[in-house]
Every structure is written in C-alpha cells, then in structure tokens.
C-alpha cells in the first residue's frame, strides 16, 4: 500500500518537515573555513601537503570519499523525486533536504582546500569522473527509499562525526561535526516516516526493510578507487561493519520494533526471519573483521614502541 499510496502519509511529511524547520540550525559556510590558511596553491604549482596537516591514509579517504559523496547530489536528488515526486510536503522537503545538503560540499571542499589535506587536482577530477557519470543507487520503491535514507542518512552523520574525532584539527572537527549535526536531523525526518508508514502497512514495509538491508550499501560506486578508500576508512575504525551494525542497522531496527510487529502476513513474516538472521551475521562478523583490526592497531603500535620485542619471524 505504501508504495501506491504517498498521499496517506503526505501529512506526516508536512509535520516532519515543520518539526525539522523548527530544530535546523541556520548556518554559514564561510564562517567555518579557516580562510588564513589559504594562499598556497596557485595555478600549475605541484600539491603538498601542507605543514601539520599530515593524515592517515585512512582518515584522508574519508574526507576524500565524503566530499564527493556530497558532491553527486543532484544525482540523489533526482533519485528521491522519482520515488516521492516534487509536489506538495513531499516537494517542499525535497528541496529543502537540498538546499541543506548543498552547504556540506561547499563547506568540506573549501576547508580541504585552503587547509591543503587533498591534492586539488586529484579532488577535482575525481569530482568531474564522478558527477559525469551520474551513478546514484537505483530508485528503490516509496517505501524502501524511506527505509533506505533512513539508514544512509543515520550512516552518513556517523561517518562524519567519526572523521572530526580522527581529525587533529579543531577547525575540521566543528566543521564535520556541523554537517554531522544536519545528517542526524536528516535522519530523524526519516526514521520517523519509517515508522509512520509501518503504522500504515507494516506487512509491506517490513517486506521493504528486509529487501533493503540485505542489499544495502553507502552511496560510494562511481568514486574513483572507491574500494580502497573504504577499506582504509575501515582500518581507520571510521566506518566498517561493526559501526555498520552497531551504531546504525541494529539500534535502528529496534526503534522500528521490527521483532515486536504483530499482524504480519506470512510471506513478511517470512522476511522478518531473513532479516533478524542477516542482522546476526552482519554483527558476527563485523565483530570477527573489528578484532583483526584491533590486532593489526596492536601489532602495529608494538613496533612502533621502542623497546617492544619482534614480532614472529
């Protein structure tokens, strides 16, 4: 029903949006940047990293992989209108969703730029590749684009927020955890949905939810060298599947009730069963992929220790 059937939830929409009017914090880029840093690059000078602005291989791809994610936003954009149409609430929270949206890249791309932590060159045709070949995930039906913002949104604030705690720079951590701040209200716009529209029809929507998270993935194809990115972001302890399953698949689930639902038809009960047990595997082994890493960190610092023993020949 839900998929057919917007309009039954429009007037949430209108409230979640004058909810989230009420909450957003007005904000402006340009106060943010730490502009004295600038002056470094000019035109055809190579890239360096520029003085105390050294950064892990991990944390530079999350800064690298958060930017450009950002940057595709009218690539998302048209993916949530062709789910959700532009007319009414559901049109006046897309744009505004937008507009917010639109300050995180040009917050991110100057601070990274006058700070020097990202070789230009590289960003912008990384950028250029990215948006050129307008790759966004594919349009999921009304209800599992609700289900899948929701955990995008919820991730995404993580991500950032995770990356200011990485960060040795006060300036980059008020500025990430200000687009954090957003992300979070994002998410609470849709989580909320969520959870109206399984008041409406939770038959279909926990049918959506299960089709949704055994799929789910951030919305990283099309960025260049993206698996490896995420892979130091991982290392970093930044986002993995741990954090994955921690901080946003399971705490989520459990704002939905999702095992506490009653009045299922069989086939959704069916996929509730999927979907609890794909949440166990996913917790299992985020915590098998978390204590390697840890072990890696361990052995890593022990080596680094002056004094510690070799390791194994």
Not at 79 to 99: H, I, K, P
Not at 284 to 311: C, N, V
Request: charged content about 25%; glycine content about 8%.
């Amino acid at each position: 029903m839900i998929s057919s059937g917007l309009a039954d939830l429009e007037p949430v929409v209108g409230k979640l949006l004058d909810r989230h009017l009420a909450s957003a914090r007005e904000w402006f880029p340009h106060e943010l940047v730490p502009w004295e840093r600038g002056g470094r690059t000019r035109p055809g000078e190579p890239w360096e990293v520029a003085p105390g602005a050294a950064l892990s291989e991990g944390v530079r791809s999350a800064i690298f992989v958060n930017l450009l994610t950002e940057d595709n936003l009218p690539y998302y954009t048209c993916a949530l209108v062709s789910s959700f149409g532009a007319e009414g609430a559901w049109g006046d929270w897309m744009r505004r969703w937008t507009a917010e949206e639109g300050r995180h890249s040009i917050v991110l791309r100057d601070w990274v730029t006058v700070s020097g932590l990202v070789d230009p060159v590289v960003l912008e045709r990384a950028r250029m590749q990215q948006v050129s070949g307008g790759v966004a995930p594919e349009p999921w039906s009304p209800a599992g684009t609700m289900v899948y913002v929701a955990l995008q949104e919820l991730a995404t604030r993580i991500a950032h927020f995770n990356t200011a705690k990485a960060l040795d720079d006060p300036a980059g951590y008020e500025i990430m955890k200000r687009v954090a701040a957003d992300e979070n209200l994002h998410f609470l716009f849709y989580r909320d949905l969520v959870s109206a529209a399984i008041e409406l029809d939770p038959s279909d929507m926990v049918a959506e939810i299960e089709r949704v998270v055994l799929g789910f993935a951030m919305p990283g194809t099309g960025i260049s060298d993206y698996r490896a990115h995420a892979a130091s972001i991982a290392e970093e302890g930044i986002y993995s599947v741990a954090v994955f399953h921690d901080q946003v698949l399971a705490p989520t689930l459990r704002y939905w009730k999702v095992e506490e639902l009653t009045g299922l038809d069989a086939r959704s009960c069916e996929a509730r069963d999927r979907l609890l047990k794909h949440t166990e595997r996913v917790q299992r082994i985020g915590r098998r992929l978390e204590e390697q890493r840890l072990e890696r960190k361990d052995d890593h610092t022990m080596l680094e220790t002056p004094g510690a023993p070799p390791g194994p020949a």
